[in-house]
């Protein structure tokens, strides 16, 4: 999770892009990234498969006006607000883009080195409030870092510790968001996805804790954070107004 969700990265760089912040081509190598081809499936009055480059062009011309990001799991349509396809899709791929003006929505599929993004019905969500998620985040975090601490000092693996210390940090680093955005999004954006990788290595094992409860405690603490934090990503990645 160092990297961002490439839903996110279409999110931000089609976001950029219709906004006149950034060029086209700028934006497919954006959205691409280090992946060898991305083509959007199932575009209407599109037979075939459509590159990147192509597929912006043709959902502006659809009616997209910008784009916004879903980070579903399972108990938490997080992004999404229907219909059922669109939503079961976007949960078993964990991300998808949601078109608004359009009606549509997006949900990749990694193929090979290259992706899929595969178009459905989709609506548009409620949008998150920024200075909510942001200071949602920042409580979680330090409630959540202190509680580690206690219950993990003994048995951090050295990439956890490494992680830990990294969230303490406020600067951002790699993979940010384009031109177009906040210092705050930027800011935002990257600690959430600090929060993640968190979450992602922790979660691996129980860590130092030695009884049933402190695994638990643990495993809460760290749900906890992780929704935080996918809330803080949509948000940081909303269109800049």
């Known amino acids: 999770m160092r990297t961002m969700p490439r839903a996110a990265r279409f999110v931000t760089w089609g976001n950029a892009w219709l906004a006149g912040a950034t060029s086209l081509d700028e934006a497919d190598e954006g959205i691409r990234a280090g992946d060898a081809a991305h083509h959007?499936?199932?575009?209407?009055?599109?037979?075939?498969?459509?590159?990147?480059?192509?597929?912006l062009g043709a959902l502006r011309t659809l009616g997209t006006k910008a784009f916004t990001l879903a980070l579903p799991v399972p108990g938490d349509p997080l992004g999404l607000a229907g219909p059922r396809e669109f939503t079961e899709?976007?949960?078993?791929?964990?991300?998808?883009?949601?078109?608004?003006?359009?009606g549509l929505g997006l949900v990749p599929l990694v193929v090979g080195a290259g992706v899929q993004w595969r178009v459905h019905q989709a609506n548009p969500a409620t949008p998150l409030a920024f200075t909510e998620a942001s200071a949602d985040l920042a409580h979680t975090l330090q409630d959540v870092i202190d509680q580690l601490a206690e219950l993990d000092v003994a048995r951090w693996r050295p990439e956890v510790a490494e992680a830990l210390v990294d969230l303490r940090r406020v600067g951002a680093s790699g993979d940010g968001l384009p031109a177009g955005y906040s210092a705050r999004a930027e800011q935002l954006a990257a600690r959430a996805r600090r929060c993640l990788l968190l979450c992602?290595?922790?979660l691996d094992d129980d860590g130092g804790a030695t009884t049933v409860y402190e695994a638990e405690s643990r495993r809460q603490a760290l749900r906890s954070l992780e929704a935080a934090a996918r809330?803080?990503?949509?948000?940081?990645?909303?269109?800049?107004?």
């Open 40 to 55: 959007v499936i199932g575009l209407p009055g599109q037979d075939e498969p459509t590159p990147i480059v192509l597929s």
């Open 200 to 202: 992602q290595l922790a």
């Open 231 to 241: 809330r803080a990503l949509v948000a940081a990645c909303a269109p800049p107004r």
């Open 89 to 102: 899709s976007a949960l078993e791929a964990g991300e998808a883009v949601v078109c608004e003006g359009s």
